[in-house]
């Protein structure tokens, strides 16, 4: 059974907010370089802006060496690296137009790989067909359109550029949050890996409402609430977002997210109440837009109650309609007939066979 107590909160360096002191690059020969401390003797980089880290570093490998400058000789050492480093930076940097181009189009077609979920290794087909094309309508650029990289390491990279890129946007919006709700959904895949998808809905001080897929994390084991707190709190930690602003919570119906003493909503109120939240509206199975309008008239009708509105188990317009219509009699034979093709593998492969003979859109099983 899942247990209801929360373990102690492991200290996390990202949140701890380090900066870069400029006394290190003095003492040390470190500079900061995209929020990371470079070595300027050995071009190696440190995990951690922490000064004992640095100094670890400096001491055993570099001491030896360069204790022996000091004053303004050490001042001209230490300016000296940094132009080399400079220099070995802007040959990286530097890019022509033309170069630019072929890269561009090589982020374009891995995103609309990536959107139409086409497998990376297609980039070189496509590859394929644009030299293919630029040999009938224009022989003189096919040699241009041979220069764009789509192998599936360049689209694979491409594609981890554009996710990062995307996630970057959402933080940044995150962090102008006033108020946000989330929803949680747990699904089986097709390979029978539970996927918990987190969703996010926020506005900021202008009222400027963002609703975005937050993270899709896999639950390779169990999936008791635990989990499912383990997997929220690790997604408000990316986002840098506190539970003190957490205003809706929307579930579905399962017990590791609604039971009553150890569910995932337990738990996170718990959380809540602890940063003096006791505000947080839960909502099951309804629209995820509701929670936020119920907070509207809940500010707005306060008078001091901090008792959470609970809604449990709203009917599925599809679970009505099929009660309505008294479709017993047809989804009785067709549950018969799924649980018998997916008995055995037998049945599934001749079912398949049944299915290619009739020349059927659907190949394999699709429910």
């Known amino acids: 059974m899942a247990s209801s107590t929360v373990g102690p909160k492991k200290r996390k360096v990202a949140e701890e907010l ?25 071009n190696e980089s440190v995990s951690v802006m922490k000064e004992y880290n640095i100094k670890r570093h400096y001491d055993t490998k570099h001491a030896n060496k360069f204790d022996k400058y000091k004053g303004q000789f050490r001042q001209d050492q230490v300016n000296s690296l940094k132009r080399k480093l400079s220099a ?35 980039g070189e087909i496509v590859k394929e067909c644009l030299e293919s094309v630029a040999e009938m309508l224009c022989p003189e650029k096919k040699k241009e359109f041979s220069k764009i990289s789509l192998s599936r390491q360049t689209i694979t990279r491409r594609v981890d550029d554009i996710g990062k890129h995307v996630e970057d946007k959402l933080k940044n919006r995150a962090s102008e949050f006033i108020y946000y709700s989330l929803a949680l959904d747990e699904s089986t895949d097709m390979t029978d890996t539970a996927q918990v998808a987190i969703f996010i809905r926020g506005v900021d001080a202008n009222f400027n409402k963002t609703e975005e897929l937050a993270a899709l994390f896999p639950l390779k084991d169990t999936t008791k609430s635990r989990d499912l707190l383990e997997a929220v709190q690790t997604t408000l930690n990316r986002f840098s977002l506190q539970l003190n602003n957490l205003s809706g919570l929307t579930t579905d119906g399962a017990p590791a997210m609604v039971g009553t003493h150890k569910g995932l909503v337990k738990l996170i109120e718990n959380e809540t109440c602890k940063v003096g939240n006791t505000l947080m509206l839960n909502f099951h199975c309804i629209i995820h837009h509701e929670g936020l309008v119920k907070l509207i008239e809940t500010e707005a009708c306060k008078v001091g109650n901090t008792s959470m509105l609970n809604f449990h188990c709203i009917i599925h317009q599809e679970n009505l309609c099929a009660k309505s219509l008294k479709m017993d009699h047809v989804m009785k034979v067709v549950i018969k007939i799924v649980n018998f093709i997916k008995s055995q593998g037998l049945n599934h492969r001749q079912f398949q066979e049944f299915l290619k003979s009739f020349e059927s859109e659907f190949r394999i099983r699709i429910w």
Request: glycine share 0%.
């Open 88 to 122: 070995q930076q802007q040959v990286f940097t530097r890019a022509n137009p033309e170069s630019t181009c072929y890269v561009k189009a090589s982020y374009a077609i891995a995103a609309i790989l990536a959107k139409k979920s086409k497998p990376f290794s297609d």
């Open 18 to 42: 380090r900066s870069f002191q400029d006394r290190w690059t003095d003492t040390y020969f470190f500079v900061e370089f995209k929020t990371k401390p470079i070595c300027l003797i050995c």
